[in-house]
């Protein structure tokens, strides 16, 4: 499994930018039960933002509620982070990751190698 995210970058305060992690490897709908973004801030720990379920359904953490939208296309095999409203707390190393359930106890995640959003003041 390779996840390869982009769209990441340098935005005003207020902006907005589309983040995309493309999965090669697996499948969409089948294989993996949940992707996730994550992100990691200068001297901080790594923090779940987003998450989007097999079944469509969708989490966020409360600090984006209302900002970023989590999305997925199965036929491209790609899941996409919608961010508006940038704030300068924002900027961090943004990750994709991904849960596959091989079997209930056989439980695989994957990581891409990370996008870089900055968010200027």
């Known amino acids: 499994v390779h996840l390869v995210e982009s769209g990441g970058g340098v935005v005003q305060s207020g902006g907005s930018l589309r983040l995309s992690c493309i999965a090669s490897?697996?499948?969409?709908?089948?294989?993996?039960?949940?992707m996730r973004w994550d992100r990691q801030a200068p001297g901080k720990e790594r923090e779940g933002v987003a998450t989007i379920k097999n079944d469509g359904s969708t989490s966020y953490a409360e600090s984006v509620k209302g900002r970023f939208t989590i999305s997925r296309d199965n036929t491209k095999n790609t899941v996409y982070l919608q961010m508006n409203s940038l704030k300068p707390e924002d900027t961090a190393v943004y990750y994709c990751h991904a849960t596959l359930a091989i079997t209930p106890i056989d439980i695989q995640e994957y990581w891409g190698q990370g996008t870089q959003v900055t968010v200027s003041s």
């Open positions: 490897g697996v499948l969409f709908g089948g294989d993996i039960s949940s």
